[in-house]
């Protein structure tokens, strides 16, 4: 199977458990960026 993930996901953040037939994936996400602030003179 193949699952999407969001554009901010983090996949070197990945994470997989198998246990009692249940596959858990988990996927960490990514900081959002901060917007910046430019003085313009």
Do not use: K, M
């Amino acid at each position: 199977r193949a699952v999407a993930l969001p554009d901010d996901a983090d996949t070197g953040s990945v994470d997989a458990h198998y246990r009692d037939g249940v596959l858990r994936v988990t996927v960490g996400l990514r900081e959002a960026a901060r917007p910046q602030r430019i003085n313009v003179q």
